[in-house]
């Protein structure tokens, strides 16, 4: 046999590589002169768009790079922080290791922005927060012990961290960037194990209320509507999302361990926006804290302007 019939593999990779382009070509019926040419630059075509690079240079992700610190996310973390424990009370360890991480907070940080861009509500540092303390008093007001209190508290705060990889099974996201965040401060595999579940079961379209854990991150969660989430350039005209926040000026979870009740007391501007259309956005969400409240063995109740909707 001579050598050439036996090719060397950098011969066979290009004989192999060239046969698939034909045989691609061939089943679209295209001939070689079929391909479309080389995309050429028309300096002189009349545009109404300002040029790419501006554009380009100008667009919110360039902005981020050029003013990065990884620094700045950690002391927005603390503050908004400091202000949350001073409203909700609720004071976890693990919550303040998660504030000092540089990775947690520049992904929420950017999770809020990205979600800003796409016209949602606000899902920052507050939001996190927020829906933290708020898990944590839920189990805390039932009677459970410490350690479960904690784990809400850090499932509530990690719980919308994968915004920052796509909006779509964000739950599902957001629980393999609370793994990695969990694993780097060293929690057992068990604890992380019951915030992973809960994080990854908080939205409504797949998730369950599977234990104590993740009930109260669902409700604290589906709790937390209000004004301050609706961005300044909102227009809440058009958006009814933007307007049901807008017309929420107080939201109040109440947990009543002896009634066996959890209540969530709104207060409504009726002149922004009307209970049904609260409900016409939030019914997935009401269905789904009535199914964690039963797992905490209560009632979910809604009241809007001190009225009992159920
Ligand atoms: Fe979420
Ligand atoms: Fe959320």
């Known amino acids: 046999m001579t050598s050439e019939a036996t090719p060397d593999a950098d011969q066979l990779a290009a004989t192999q590589s060239s046969a698939t382009i034909d045989e691609a070509a061939a089943d679209r019926n295209e001939s070689p002169e079929a391909i479309p040419p080389e995309v050429v630059a028309e300096d002189d075509a009349p545009s109404a768009l300002t040029d790419p690079a501006t554009v380009i240079n100008e667009s919110a992700e360039s ?22 424990t001073r409203r909700t009370g609720a004071e976890v360890d693990i919550l303040t290791e998660l504030q000092r991480d540089a990775i947690t907070s520049a992904f929420i940080k950017l999770s809020d922005q990205f979600l800003g861009a796409q016209g949602f509500t606000e899902h920052g540092f507050r939001h996190a927060n927020l829906v933290g303390r708020i898990a944590y008093n839920v189990l805390h007001h039932l009677g459970a012990e410490q350690d479960l209190c904690d784990l809400a508290a850090i499932g509530g705060y990690l719980h919308d961290v994968g915004n920052v ?15 990695d965040a969990l694993r780097r401060l060293e929690v057992d595999p068990y604890r992380i194990g019951l915030v992973l579940s809960a994080v990854g079961n908080h939205e409504e379209q797949y998730g369950s209320s599977i234990g104590p854990v993740g009930a109260a991150v ?3 969660d589906k709790a937390d509507v209000h ?6 350039d909102a227009d809440t005209s058009i958006d009814i999302h933007d307007r049901v926040n ?11 361990a002896q009634a066996a009740t959890i209540t969530l007391e709104l207060e409504l501007d009726t002149e922004r926006s009307t209970v049904i259309e609260y409900f016409e956005i939030f019914l997935d969400r009401m269905i789904m804290c009535r199914r964690a409240a039963r ?16």
């Open 63 to 84: 902005a981020i790079l050029r003013g990065v610190d990884a620094a700045d996310a950690v002391r927005e973390a603390e503050a908004v922080a400091l202000d949350a």
């Open 227 to 232: 004004r301050s989430r609706v961005r300044k």
């Open 246 to 256: 807008d017309a929420v000026t107080h939201s109040f979870l109440r947990v009543d």
């Open 218 to 220: 669902i409700l604290a």
């Open 295 to 310: 797992t905490l063995g209560c009632e979910f109740r809604i009241t809007a302007n001190g009225i009992p909707l159920g």
């Open 165 to 179: 990889v796509s909006r779509m099974n964000h739950g599902l996201s957001s629980a393999w960037i609370a793994y």
